[in-house]
C-alpha cells in the first residue's frame, strides 16, 4: 500500500513537474545567469562580466523610459477601469426603480452584462489591429472621421493618436491612446466580477441602511465599497499583471513597435530590441531580471496595502 | 413576470399594494413614496450611461463587420458610414488566402485543443496530488508552481527561445515551428494558474468518500480518474474555459517561437496570420480584406462566447476570485 503510493504520486507529478522544469523554471534561471554575461545570442563566446549589464542598464535612457511608461501604465489602468467598473457595477444593480426595499437591478441588466463583456473575448491582437483602424491618422480612421465630422477636428490636421510622441499631462500621447484601448477592454470584465460581488452583499445591510435615510450615493460609499474591499484589492493586482500585456498593443500598433522616436517603449519592448535587433541576450536579460524583481515587489506591496480582517457575511 | 419585475407599473400606489404580498418584509413606510420620483431618474440616469458605454463597445465591431463588406473605394470615401454599398464578399476570399487562415485557423485549433486538453489533464493530476497526499517536497512542488504565477513571460524569451532552438537541432519535433513544441509550451506556462486553482477545489472535495473508495479496492489511479475528477466538474469546466480563451488567444508565444528568421511559417496560428494581414495591409492598403479577417477571427469567438455567455462570465471571473 506505501510503496504504490509513493509510486501513484511520483508517477502523477512526472511529467508536469517535467514540462514545468524544462520550459518555465530553467529559462527562468538561465535568465539570471545569461544576466551575468555579455552574450551576444548568435555566437557562442560568452564572457562573464558580473553586475555590468546591471550598472549599464541603470543609465540606460531606454530601460528609464520603459519603466516610468510601465509605471504609468500600472497606475492608470487599474485606476480607470476599476473605477469605471465600479460605477457601471453600482448603476447595474441598485439603478433599477426602487421596490419596497428600494434596491433593485436595471431593467436588462444581463444583457448589458453581456455586451460589456464583448471585449475580454477578442484576442489582444485583434483588438489591437481593430484599434489601428479605429485610430488611423488620416480622415478615413473611425475616430478622426467622427472627429471631423462633429467639427471638432480640422480636416487638414487630423488626430495622430499612435504616431504622436509629444507629451500629454508629461506622458507621451501615445501613451494615453493605449490606455484608452486597455480600459475599453478590461471595464466589461471588471463589472461583471464587480456586479457578482456586490450581489453577494446580503440585502437586509442595504435595508437598512436605507431605512436609517441613507441616500443611493451614500449607500455606495458607506456601505458597498468597503464590503467589495476584497474584490477590489484583488482586481488591482490582476490588473497590475494585465497593465504588463501593453505590450501586444505597443507590438501591433505603434511605429517600429515602441515608437514613435522610442516613445511607447515598455519594459518588454525593450527587451525584445536588445535581443533581436541589437544581438545583446546578456543585456536582455539583465533587463528582464529587473523587470521581475520590479512585478514581485509590486505583487508583495500591493497585497501588503490591500491587506485586511476579511468580513464574513 | 410578476407585478414586482415589471418595470414603470404606476407610482407608489402599486409599490405599496405589493410590500405586505412578501413575507417578511418590514411594513411600507412614507418615504419611499417621495422617493420613486428620484428613483425613476436615477433609473434613467443608469440606462443613459450604461447605453452609452454599449455602444462605444458595440460601435467599433459593428463598423469593422460592415466595413468588411464594402469596397475599398467606399471605405475612402466613406470611411463613416455604415451600410455597404453590395455585398463584397471577394474581401473574405481574398483575406481567406492573405491570411493564410485555412492553415491558421487549423493549427490554432490543433494546438489549442491539445494544449487545453493537456493543461487540463497535467495540470489536475498534479494539483490533486498535491493538495490531498503527504510526502516530502510536497510544499516546494507547490510553491514552485505558483512563483510562476508572478513572474512575466517576457523574462524567460530569450533562453525559451535558445533552448527550443538547441533542443530542435536533436529533436526536429520539439524545436521552433512545431506543433507539438508549442502545445507543451502552452501547457507548461498554462499549469501555474491550473494547479493553483485545481488544488484550493481538490482540497474541499469530502475525505469520505476517497476513503470509502480506497476501502472499496479502488486504486489511487482509479480513485482519481472515477470518482475526484467527476466530483471536480464544476472547477474543470472554469478552469478550462479560462484555458481555451487564454490559449485561443495568445500572440507572444506564437511570435517568438513559431516564426524565427528564416523559419517555416505554414504552423501559424491565427494571432500570427492577422499580423501578417495588417502589415501587409501597410504595404498594400487594403483596408476591406483586413477588416474581413478580423470579421472572420471576432465572429466565431463572439458567436460561441453568446451562446455561453452564463458560463464564460462566471468561468472568467471565478477563476480569478478563487
Same mark, same amino acid.
Given at each position: 500500500?506505501?510503496?504504490?503510493?509513493?509510486?501513484?504520486?511520483?508517477?502523477?507529478?512526472?511529467?508536469?513537474?517535467?514540462?514545468?522544469?524544462?520550459?518555465?523554471?530553467?529559462?527562468?534561471?538561465?535568465?539570471?545567469?545569461?544576466?551575468?554575461?555579455?552574450?551576444?545570442?548568435?555566437?557562442?563566446?560568452?564572457?562573464?562580466?558580473?553586475?555590468?549589464?546591471?550598472?549599464?542598464?541603470?543609465?540606460?535612457?531606454?530601460?528609464?523610459?520603459?519603466?516610468?511608461?510601465?509605471?504609468?501604465?500600472?497606475?492608470?489602468?487599474?485606476?480607470?477601469?476599476?473605477?469605471?467598473?465600479?460605477?457601471?457595477?453600482?448603476?447595474?444593480?441598485?439603478?433599477?426603480?426602487?421596490?419596497?426595499?428600494?434596491?433593485?437591478?436595471?431593467?436588462?441588466?444581463?444583457?448589458?452584462?453581456?455586451?460589456?463583456?464583448?471585449?475580454?473575448?477578442?484576442?489582444?491582437?485583434?483588438?489591437?489591429?481593430?484599434?489601428?483602424?479605429?485610430?488611423?491618422?488620416?480622415?478615413?480612421?473611425?475616430?478622426?472621421?467622427?472627429?471631423?465630422?462633429?467639427?471638432?477636428?480640422?480636416?487638414?490636421?487630423?488626430?495622430?493618436?499612435?504616431?504622436?510622441?509629444?507629451?500629454?499631462?508629461?506622458?507621451?500621447?501615445?501613451?494615453?491612446?493605449?490606455?484608452?484601448?486597455?480600459?475599453?477592454?478590461?471595464?466589461?470584465?471588471?463589472?461583471?466580477?464587480?456586479?457578482?460581488?456586490?450581489?453577494?452583499?446580503?440585502?437586509?445591510?442595504?435595508?437598512?441602511?436605507?431605512?436609517?435615510?441613507?441616500?443611493?450615493?451614500?449607500?455606495?460609499?458607506?456601505?458597498?465599497?468597503?464590503?467589495?474591499?476584497?474584490?477590489?484589492?484583488?482586481?488591482?493586482?490582476?490588473?497590475?499583471?494585465?497593465?504588463?500585456?501593453?505590450?501586444?498593443?505597443?507590438?501591433?500598433?505603434?511605429?517600429?513597435?515602441?515608437?514613435?522616436?522610442?516613445?511607447?517603449?515598455?519594459?518588454?519592448?525593450?527587451?525584445?530590441?536588445?535581443?533581436?535587433?541589437?544581438?545583446?541576450?546578456?543585456?536582455?536579460?539583465?533587463?528582464?531580471?529587473?523587470?521581475?524583481?520590479?512585478?514581485?515587489?509590486?505583487?508583495?506591496?500591493?497585497?501588503?496595502?490591500?491587506?485586511?480582517?476579511?468580513?464574513?457575511? | 413576470?410578476?407585478?414586482?419585475?415589471?418595470?414603470?407599473?404606476?407610482?407608489?400606489?402599486?409599490?405599496?399594494?405589493?410590500?405586505?404580498?412578501?413575507?417578511?418584509?418590514?411594513?411600507?413606510?412614507?418615504?419611499?413614496?417621495?422617493?420613486?420620483?428620484?428613483?425613476?431618474?436615477?433609473?434613467?440616469?443608469?440606462?443613459?450611461?450604461?447605453?452609452?458605454?454599449?455602444?462605444?463597445?458595440?460601435?467599433?465591431?459593428?463598423?469593422?463587420?460592415?466595413?468588411?463588406?464594402?469596397?475599398?473605394?467606399?471605405?475612402?470615401?466613406?470611411?463613416?458610414?455604415?451600410?455597404?454599398?453590395?455585398?463584397?464578399?471577394?474581401?473574405?476570399?481574398?483575406?481567406?488566402?492573405?491570411?493564410?487562415?485555412?492553415?491558421?485557423?487549423?493549427?490554432?485549433?490543433?494546438?489549442?485543443?491539445?494544449?487545453?486538453?493537456?493543461?487540463?489533464?497535467?495540470?489536475?493530476?498534479?494539483?490533486?496530488?498535491?493538495?490531498?497526499?503527504?510526502?516530502?517536497?510536497?510544499?516546494?512542488?507547490?510553491?514552485?508552481?505558483?512563483?510562476?504565477?508572478?513572474?512575466?513571460?517576457?523574462?524567460?524569451?530569450?533562453?525559451?527561445?535558445?533552448?527550443?532552438?538547441?533542443?530542435?537541432?536533436?529533436?526536429?519535433?520539439?524545436?521552433?515551428?512545431?506543433?507539438?513544441?508549442?502545445?507543451?509550451?502552452?501547457?507548461?506556462?498554462?499549469?501555474?494558474?491550473?494547479?493553483?486553482?485545481?488544488?484550493?477545489?481538490?482540497?474541499?472535495?469530502?475525505?469520505?468518500?476517497?476513503?470509502?473508495?480506497?476501502?472499496?479496492?479502488?486504486?489511487?489511479?482509479?480513485?482519481?480518474?472515477?470518482?475526484?475528477?467527476?466530483?471536480?466538474?464544476?472547477?474543470?469546466?472554469?478552469?478550462?474555459?479560462?484555458?481555451?480563451?487564454?490559449?485561443?488567444?495568445?500572440?507572444?508565444?506564437?511570435?517568438?517561437?513559431?516564426?524565427?528568421?528564416?523559419?517555416? #511559417?505554414?504552423?501559424?496560428?491565427?494571432?500570427?496570420?492577422?499580423?501578417?494581414?495588417?502589415?501587409?495591409?501597410?504595404?498594400?492598403?487594403?483596408?476591406?480584406?483586413?477588416?474581413?479577417?478580423?470579421?472572420?477571427?471576432?465572429?466565431?469567438?463572439?458567436?460561441?462566447?453568446?451562446?455561453?455567455?452564463?458560463?464564460?462570465?462566471?468561468?472568467? #471571473?471565478?477563476?480569478?476570485?478563487?
Amino acid at each position: 500500500m506505501r510503496h504504490g503510493k509513493a509510486r501513484f504520486v511520483a508517477g502523477f507529478l512526472a511529467l508536469p513537474v517535467a514540462l514545468y522544469l524544462f520550459y518555465v523554471v530553467w529559462p527562468f534561471v538561465q535568465a539570471v545567469a545569461y544576466s551575468l554575461t555579455n552574450w551576444g545570442g548568435f555566437s557562442d563566446t560568452q564572457e562573464f562580466v558580473g553586475l555590468a549589464n546591471y550598472t549599464k542598464l541603470i543609465q540606460d535612457e531606454l530601460v528609464r523610459k520603459a519603466f516610468w511608461h510601465n509605471v504609468f501604465f500600472l497606475v492608470t489602468v487599474p485606476l480607470f477601469t476599476i473605477t469605471l467598473a465600479l460605477f457601471f457595477a453600482f448603476l447595474l444593480n441598485v439603478g433599477g426603480r426602487g421596490n419596497r426595499a428600494g434596491i433593485r437591478g436595471v431593467f436588462g441588466s444581463s444583457i448589458y452584462k453581456i455586451i460589456f463583456f464583448f471585449p475580454q473575448v477578442l484576442s489582444l491582437v485583434l483588438v489591437a489591429i481593430m484599434w489601428s483602424a479605429i485610430y488611423r491618422g488620416d480622415g478615413q480612421g473611425l475616430l478622426n472621421g467622427l472627429l471631423i465630422k462633429v467639427g471638432i477636428v480640422d480636416p487638414e490636421q487630423p488626430v495622430k493618436f499612435v504616431s504622436d510622441p509629444s507629451p500629454f499631462l508629461g506622458v507621451p500621447t501615445v501613451l494615453w491612446w493605449l490606455l484608452l484601448i486597455a480600459v475599453w477592454g478590461g471595464v466589461g470584465f471588471y463589472m461583471v466580477l464587480l456586479s457578482a460581488a456586490m450581489q453577494s452583499i446580503p440585502r437586509d445591510i442595504y435595508e437598512a441602511a436605507l431605512l436609517d435615510g441613507a441616500s443611493r450615493v451614500h449607500t455606495f460609499f458607506r456601505v458597498t465599497l468597503p464590503l467589495l474591499r476584497d474584490t477590489v484589492s484583488v482586481a488591482w493586482v490582476y490588473l497590475g499583471f494585465i497593465a504588463l500585456d501593453m505590450y501586444a498593443l505597443v507590438f501591433v500598433m505603434t511605429p517600429s513597435q515602441g515608437g514613435p522616436d522610442h516613445a511607447s517603449e515598455v519594459f518588454a519592448s525593450v527587451i525584445q530590441f536588445n535581443a533581436f535587433q541589437r544581438g545583446q541576450f546578456g543585456y536582455a536579460c539583465a533587463i528582464a531580471v529587473a523587470l521581475a524583481i520590479f512585478t514581485l515587489l509590486l505583487a508583495a506591496v500591493q497585497l501588503r496595502i490591500t491587506r485586511r480582517e476579511r468580513i464574513e457575511f | 413576470m410578476s407585478t414586482v419585475t415589471t418595470p414603470a407599473a404606476g407610482g407608489p400606489a402599486t409599490r405599496s399594494t405589493v410590500g405586505p404580498d412578501r413575507v417578511g418584509g418590514p411594513p411600507p413606510k412614507s418615504r419611499r413614496a417621495s422617493g420613486s420620483l428620484s428613483d425613476s431618474v436615477f433609473s434613467g440616469f443608469s440606462h443613459l450611461f450604461l447605453l452609452t458605454w454599449s455602444v462605444m463597445v458595440v460601435f467599433p465591431l459593428l463598423w469593422v463587420v460592415l466595413s468588411a463588406f464594402k469596397d475599398d473605394a467606399q471605405i475612402v470615401r466613406s470611411p463613416l458610414s455604415l451600410i455597404p454599398n453590395g455585398l463584397h464578399w471577394d474581401n473574405f476570399s481574398r483575406a481567406w488566402v492573405n491570411g493564410k487562415f485555412s492553415s491558421v485557423f487549423l493549427n490554432t485549433f490543433i494546438i489549442v485543443g491539445g494544449g487545453v486538453f493537456l493543461t487540463m489533464l497535467l495540470g489536475s493530476m498534479a494539483a490533486y496530488v498535491l493538495a490531498r497526499y503527504e510526502f516530502p517536497g510536497n510544499r516546494v512542488i507547490y510553491y514552485t508552481f505558483l512563483a510562476g504565477l508572478s513572474l512575466p513571460v517576457y523574462m524567460a524569451a530569450v533562453p525559451l527561445f535558445k533552448g527550443t532552438d538547441n533542443v530542435g537541432q536533436l529533436f526536429p519535433l520539439l524545436g521552433l515551428n512545431s506543433h507539438l513544441m508549442l502545445i507543451l509550451v502552452y501547457v507548461a506556462w498554462s499549469l501555474s494558474f491550473t494547479v493553483f486553482f485545481m488544488h484550493s477545489f481538490f482540497k474541499t472535495l469530502p475525505t469520505s468518500v476517497a476513503e470509502a473508495a480506497l476501502v472499496d479496492g479502488a486504486s489511487h489511479t482509479s480513485l482519481f480518474f472515477r470518482v475526484m475528477l467527476p466530483m471536480a466538474r464544476p472547477g474543470l469546466i472554469s478552469i478550462g474555459i479560462f484555458n481555451v480563451i487564454g490559449q485561443w488567444n495568445q500572440w507572444y508565444l506564437p511570435v517568438l517561437l513559431m516564426n524565427p528568421p528564416g523559419g517555416q #511559417t505554414k504552423n501559424q496560428v491565427l494571432a500570427q496570420g492577422l499580423i501578417e494581414l495588417s502589415v501587409n495591409q501597410g504595404y498594400k492598403s487594403d483596408w476591406s480584406g483586413l477588416f474581413a479577417g478580423v470579421t472572420m477571427a471576432m465572429l466565431p469567438v463572439l458567436v460561441v462566447y453568446i451562446v455561453f455567455q452564463r458560463q464564460v462570465q462566471a468561468g472568467l #471571473t471565478g477563476s480569478i476570485t478563487k
